[in-house]
């Protein structure tokens, strides 16, 4: 696997992980993870893996860029783009699913929307509050890798 589309499953694995660890750690975990709690579940899981995924992706062409450009870059800072970025996409994400899931209960559009602003606060509170030091701590470890890798893979980069 190529170094840049494994820190993107990593990333979005670790992401997924974390975020069902986070409603582990909140609520019930026979609601969460039985019945009707785990398809409300995955629409908190599956935004953190999407977005996480989507982040990764995009610093990791910037990076491809930056390499070109003879810039080398830092595991600390990677991370810090690739968390700031995925926490971004997060709310968005979050909230677009929570709309889709609205739309299927037959909500008024104009309730949704405004549903949807409260929510897209609470995620983003949620998200930095139990997942900012997780996050960052294990996807360091991800960045570091992937930069290992892109200087072994690609002969004359530091």
């Known amino acids: 696997m190529n170094p840049r589309a494994?820190?993107?499953?990593?990333?979005g694995l670790l992401a997924f992980a974390l975020a069902m660890a986070a409603l582990l750690f909140v609520g019930d975990p026979k609601r969460v993870l039985g019945g009707e709690?785990?398809?409300s579940t995955l629409a908190f899981a599956l935004p953190a893996a999407l977005s996480a995924a989507l982040a990764a992706s995009v610093v990791g062409s910037k990076e491809r860029r930056s390499r070109i450009e003879k810039r080398v870059w830092q595991p600390a800072g990677m991370t810090l783009r690739v968390v700031a970025l995925a926490f971004l996409a997060y709310a968005v994400l979050s909230t677009s699913a929570m709309?889709?899931?609205a739309s299927f209960?037959?909500?008024s559009v104009a309730g949704v929307l405004r549903e949807a602003a409260a929510f897209a606060g609470l995620m983003v509170g949620f998200a930095i509050m139990l997942g900012a030091i997780p996050a960052f701590f294990f996807?360091?470890?991800v960045c570091r890798r992937y930069l290992?890798?892109?200087a072994v893979v690609i002969p004359g980069t530091a």
Not at 6 to 11: F, I, K, Q, R, Y
């Open 6 to 11: 494994e820190l993107v499953l990593v990333s």
């Open 37 to 39: 709690g785990a398809i």
């Open 99 to 101: 709309m889709a899931l």
């Open 105 to 107: 209960d037959g909500y």
């Open 139 to 141: 996807e360091y470890f």
């Open 148 to 150: 290992r890798r892109i």
